[in-house]
């Protein structure tokens, strides 16, 4: 392999020095001056309810106030992958916290003093509060659906079948939507993701052993630090002007195009640095709120900043998920059939959770071959915060199940579960659940090499006291990008008078480490050190078009388009050179910001003499060197809608194994998680610091998403939006952190061979740690998270038992 | 109204305010020092941590009418781009940020530990940075960064 100067090298990040001094500037951050509104919304108290008045007369009379909107004044309905939401609500509400009204004033104070002046009429409608009881939709439409959703949720404690009979979206059937998305039109059923391979009663014919569970999740929150937050201007001429805290300047862009019936030339979106995403700045969240008030107010900025309550209860959430797992295997241990029933509680709106079932439902046999499966993946509305992505879409829900069943199934088997994990693997070849073969599958490196580190099969040391029990889990995971197979990325180098280079693109640093990773592969490519390529911060109307910056896709897909952008500068450069040296442009190499033949170093010309042209004695030749790249990836194809198969959904994989050392306290059930050793396959490292500080991050969030986290809805109501009664790991609830990173199978049209890694590092940390609570203390929790109440309560029924 | 005269990193600065607005209004709105973020507003996170009189403090949780005569570090009171502060290098090293958004209170109460006990153990990092929440890093390069410049003394500087 070619040896890299700046590629896989731990160089400092881009933004370092922004943000260690207070010079990185957040949307909240930006000074307007005397121009600046401030923005307040009037939410929805009701989990359903039909509006059927407003009167805003009262709060119109509050001195400061500048302007009011309603659902009257956008009634557009947009969405990512299924346009079923309004920007505001308009014939109804369908969750606590959906935004029903706006006000611009020039203090919050008297913005909030209008909000509170504002009469909305509402007529309560029946709510959906689960899944499996929503899936079902109106009373008369219980013996239609299909016979894989019988009743078999009757009686299981974590069930409410609480009013089966309310219809959320009545116009579902009319909404727009993606083509591989199905709703099911006079349902709750927004998408119905079905994958059928293989022979499902042959398959369990044929096995020895069957374990079946109902596994449950919460919803949970990103709680990224900074609140969302928006600001909208609109000029004179009509051209609006946003800043937005958003992982998405484009999709934003479109969506508000929609709502208000722009054209896009109008929308300029800016988006500086971004205070955590996860995906919960994904798609549009608050930013389309402002615009309304903007257009009524020319000049003026409108700005929205979210308080902490607001993002609990009314941005994206991760959805509340019912699994019911049936999982076969023959007596010598292979995986022969999954019979898989997902639920999503997909929240009031699914726009972009349809999607999440989507790839719940062709992902859902875990990383392992299995011959034999039919699954049914649905995305119901509820009555809930409206659920979206967030870090692994879908894939720590699905293998919070998954990776229990192979506990459950190697036990039975009297198999050990990392050997039988490893058994079952999906290899180079395999096909996986949609039907395809699997390329670059190297869940098995990644196992071996935490089975090597954390010494897998020998003895779990003791506890520290008697009262505490100690335990060892494992679990594996796999995950692809979850986007449209068209998903785009492009990009844009410029070379500087001075050799130094600026790429622009509108991939947005949320934390993960874009600007860095970017300029790396443009360094890379172009022959420049690391810190003379400066990657840009998006804004719509001079960066190229990115599609979002979600699924762990930045480093491949914006990767490839920078890749692509340097290799078009490098040309430019490199035909330049050659001319002025008179010798072959295929001969000449550039390096450390020199162009050189390999045979000659000495003769050398600058990059910084040719990136504007050179002039030679018969006159000027180049110009200033523009490289222009773009990308999309090659030869995803669609799934057959009533069998889920098809060769190739995704356009890569991305594998991992973490093992987690735990205590449980026998008095309390509290767990403290020890020690947490990862593994995982990542093609090629851009940068090694960066790339082991997405684990680190990916774990201890998977570490809280199994502990303590859990939005408590009761009847639809969030009970705890704040940090207090929602807790997410501080400092002192950090494992020890054993980390491997692999690059055992560079992926093929990946740039320099890089997969995603951001996502995944956070999928198998809760089913891992809920294994090792097993083996700790023999009780088996299937719904997250794994409280100590929870615990305690296991614990003691047990004992009772065992009584 | 009242108006308070206190001293923002190293200048002082005469205010007049209304009574309900926060150290944290003020650092952010009348003195354009934006290093100091909102994140809860109700004292959970840390994101606006500062020092006042020595102590680290939820900014959000001030009111600025008490800070007559008061002493205020904030991030932009520490090293600038010329010349980080040694914690704020540490940081920049060991890769101990990710958005950023909790970076400027993490640097500020590591800077209270290491003013009060200057060889922290890694437990006692932790418990001093707890009421801090970060979201991205996993917490081990900023108690890495802390630790570096504890046991590093001048190396840094």
């Known amino acids: 392999m070619a040896e890299h100067r700046v590629l896989g090298k731990s160089v400092p990040r881009q933004d370092a020095v922004d943000k260690v001094t207070g010079a990185a500037r957040f949307v909240d951050d930006i000074q307007f001056g005397p121009s600046l509104l401030h923005a307040k919304i009037l939410r929805s108290p009701h989990p359903h309810a039909r509006i059927l008045a407003i009167d805003t007369a009262e709060a119109a009379k509050v001195p400061g106030v500048k302007a009011i909107v309603t659902g009257r004044d956008c009634r557009h309905y947009i969405g990512l992958y299924l346009a079923d939401r309004t920007v505001y609500a308009t014939d109804k509400v369908r969750f606590v916290g959906e935004p029903v009204a706006g006000v611009a004033a020039d203090s919050i104070e008297a913005a909030n003093e209008a909000v509170k002046l504002i009469k909305v009429e509402y007529e309560p409608l029946p709510g959906v509060f689960d899944p499996v009881s929503g899936a079902l939709g109106r009373d008369v439409l219980v013996h239609e659906t299909p016979a894989s959703s019988d009743l078999w949720w009757q009686g299981l404690p974590c069930i409410t079948t609480k009013a089966p009979g309310t219809l959320l979206h009545e116009h579902l059937g009319e909404y727009t939507c993606a083509p591989f998305i199905h709703p099911v039109p006079g349902t709750n059923i927004s998408n119905h993701f079905k994958l059928r391979k293989g022979d499902i009663d042959r398959g369990f014919a044929a096995a020895d052993v069957v374990v079946e569970n109902v596994y449950t999740l919460p919803h949970i929150q990103h709680s ?175 293998h919070w199940g998954i990776e229990q069943q192979m506990d459950i199934l190697a036990e039975k088997l009297g198999i050990d579960p990392l050997a039988f994990r490893r058994m079952n693997a999906l290899r180079e070849g395999s096909l996986g659940a949609f039907g395809g073969p699997m390329e670059g599958a190297t869940l098995v490196d990644t196992i071996d090499a935490v089975a090597a580190k954390c010494g897998w099969g020998g003895p779990v040391p003791s506890a520290s006291t008697a009262h505490k029990l100690r335990g060892r889990g494992i679990a594996c995971m796999y995950k692809a990008p979850s ?68 699924a762990s896709r930045i480093s491949y897909s914006a990767g490839n388009a920078v890749l692509a952008a340097a290799r078009d500068a490098k040309a430019q450069l490199l035909a330049v050179a050659a001319q002025v040296l008179a010798i072959p ?41 523009i490289g222009r790249g773009a990308f999309i990836p090659a030869g995803i194809t669609g799934l057959d809608k009533e069998t889920g198969q098809g060769d190739k959904p995704a356009a890569f994989w991305t594998y991992g194994t973490q093992v987690a050392d735990i205590e449980v306290d026998a008095r309390t059930g509290e767990i403290t998680v020890l020690k947490v050793t990862a593994a995982y396959e990542v093609g090629k490292i851009i940068n090694p610091a960066m790339c082991k500080g997405q684990v680190q991050g990916g774990i201890v969030q998977g570490l809280g998403s199994a502990l303590y986290e859990h939005l408590v809805l009761v ?70 998270p794994l409280s100590a109440e929870k615990v305690l309560a296991a614990l003691k029924k047990k004992q009772t038992r065992e009584n | 109204m009242k108006t308070v005269t206190l001293t923002v990193n190293g200048q002082s600065e005469k205010l007049t305010l209304a009574p309900h607005r926060t150290l944290l209004d003020i650092l952010r709105e009348d003195l354009g020092l934006t290093g100091a973020k909102r994140g809860c507003e109700a004292g959970e996170c840390g994101a606006c941590t500062v020092i006042l009189n020595g102590k680290p403090v939820n900014s959000c949780l001030v009111l600025a009418v008490e800070l007559d005569g008061a002493e205020v570090l904030t991030v932009e009171g520490l090293g600038g781009p ?17 958005c950023g958004y909790c970076t400027p209170g993490m640097i500020l109460m590591g800077k209270a530990l290491l003013a009060q006990n200057p060889r922290p153990s890694e437990a006692e990092v932790k418990e001093f940075i707890s009421g801090n929440l970060c979201r991205c890093t996993g917490y081990e390069n900023i108690v890495k960064a802390i630790m570096a410049v504890a046991a590093g003394g001048e190396r840094h500087g």
């Open chain 1, 483 to 550: 986007m449209p197979p068209n998903a785009q990325s492009s990009a844009i180098i410029k070379l500087n008078e001075d050799g130094t280079a600026h790429v622009l693109t509108t991939a947005m640093e949320i934390g993960q480490g874009s600007l860095t990773a970017l300029a790396q592969i443009a360094a890379e490519e172009l022959g420049l050190a690391a810190d003379k390529v400066v990657v840009t911060l998006p804004d719509t109307d001079y960066t190229p078009y990115e599609w979002q910056t979600v």
């Open chain 2, 82 to 98: 010329e010349g980080l502060d040694p914690l704020q290098q540490a940081f920049v090293d060991n890769f101990a940020l990710q």
């Open chain 1, 715 to 784: 009847d639809g109501k969030p009970l705890n939006s704040d940090f207090v009664d929602y807790k997410i790991p501080t400092a002192t609830d950090t494992p020890e952190m054993d980390i491997i990173l692999l690059e055992t199978s560079p992926q093929a049209d990946g740039p320099f061979g890089v997969k995603g890694i951001a996502e995944p590092t956070m999928v198998p940390t809760a089913p891992a740690i809920a294994n090792a609570v097993y083996h700790a203390t023999g009780v088996r929790i299937l719904d997250l």
């Open chain 1, 585 to 625: 442009a295929t001969d000449l190499v550039i390096a450390d910001g020199q162009i050189f033949p390999l045979a000659n170093p000495a003769r050398k010309l600058a990059v910084s003499d040719i990136a504007m042209g050179y002039l030679l004695p018969e006159g000027a030749i180049g110009g200033p060197v």
């Open chain 1, 224 to 398: 990224q630090i900074e609140p969302h937050a928006a600001v909208a201007q609109v000029d004179r001429a009509g051209k609006v002007t946003l800043w937005a805290s958003s992982q998405s300047p484009n999709a934003v862009r479109k969506l508000i195009a929609t709502a208000f019936e722009l054209p896009m030339s109008k929308i300029r979106v800016i988006t500086p640095y971004v205070g955590g995403g996860f995906g919960g700045k994904a798609g549009v969240t608050c930013e389309a709120l402002v615009v309304p008030l903007a257009m009524r107010l020319p000049g003026y900025h409108v700005k929205l900043t979210l308080t902490r309550e607001e993002v609990f209860q009314a941005t994206f959430v991760r959805q509340g998920l019912v699994a019911r797992l049936k999982t076969g295997a023959d007596k010598t241990g292979r995986l022969v059939a999954l019979e898989a029933e997902l639920f999503w509680d997909g929240g009031a709106y699914t726009e972009y959770g349809v999607n999440i079932t989507r790839s719940g439902g062709y992902c859902s046999s875990g990383p392992y071959e299995i011959p034999n499966i039919k699954t049914d993946s649905y995305c119901v509305y509820t009555n809930h915060p409206v659920g979206g992505p967030m870090r692994g879409f879908g894939m720590p829900e699905i």
